[in-house]
């Protein structure tokens, strides 16, 4: 069984990491576009969670790096540098968005499911980073 499921991923490299590719695009670049069409209203939510620093400016960065890294991506363009930084900038938003530990007792477990939800993701995106995106992608080309 092992062997098989060995065969099955091997040959399905190219199809199957450009289908994670897919999803990870599918939620960070929408999300990138509404920050950078509205980085004021995204600067005022960093400013309401107590974000060090100009808001402004984290707000522009974040964007930045959500729509251009998970357009970078999806195209297979500079994979190993996009999953990096979408990587970091998951860990941080799971920090600054999601403090379970801080949280009132009603809300303590969808901001714990979240947190940890925003960590497995940046866990696959360091899978992304060591494996690169794949045959299919413009880093092989």
């Given at each position: 069984?092992?062997?098989?499921?060995?065969?099955?991923?091997?040959?399905?490299?190219?199809?199957?990491?450009?289908?994670?590719?897919?999803?990870?695009?599918?939620?960070?670049?929408?999300?990138?576009?509404?920050?950078?069409?509205?980085?004021?209203?995204?600067?005022?939510?960093?400013?309401?969670?107590?974000?060090?620093?100009?808001?402004?400016?984290?707000?522009?960065?974040?964007?930045?790096v959500e729509?251009?890294?998970?357009?970078?991506?999806?195209?297979?363009?500079?994979?190993?540098?996009?999953?990096?930084?979408?990587?970091?900038?998951?860990?941080?938003?799971?920090?600054?968005?999601?403090?379970?530990?801080?949280?009132?007792?009603?809300?303590?477990?969808?901001?714990?499911?979240?947190?940890?939800?925003?960590?497995?993701?940046?866990?696959?995106?360091?899978?992304?980073f060591v494996?690169?995106?794949?045959?299919?992608?413009l880093d092989?080309?």
């Open positions: 069984m092992a062997q098989l499921v060995d065969t099955i991923a091997e040959r399905g490299n190219g199809p199957l990491l450009l289908l994670g590719r897919l999803t990870i695009a599918a939620l960070y670049l929408p999300s990138g576009f509404g920050k950078l069409t509205n980085a004021a209203g995204f600067a005022g939510y960093l400013a309401s969670l107590g974000a060090p620093g100009p808001v402004m400016l984290l707000a522009w960065l974040a964007g930045i729509f251009f890294g998970s357009l970078a991506i999806l195209l297979g363009f500079q994979t190993r540098l996009a999953a990096g930084a979408l990587c970091i900038f998951t860990v941080i938003a799971a920090f600054l968005g999601h403090p379970y530990w801080a949280a009132e007792a009603a809300a303590r477990m969808g901001q714990y499911y979240n947190f940890w939800k925003d960590i497995a993701i940046a866990g696959g995106l360091l899978f992304l494996h690169g995106a794949g045959r299919l992608s092989r080309r």
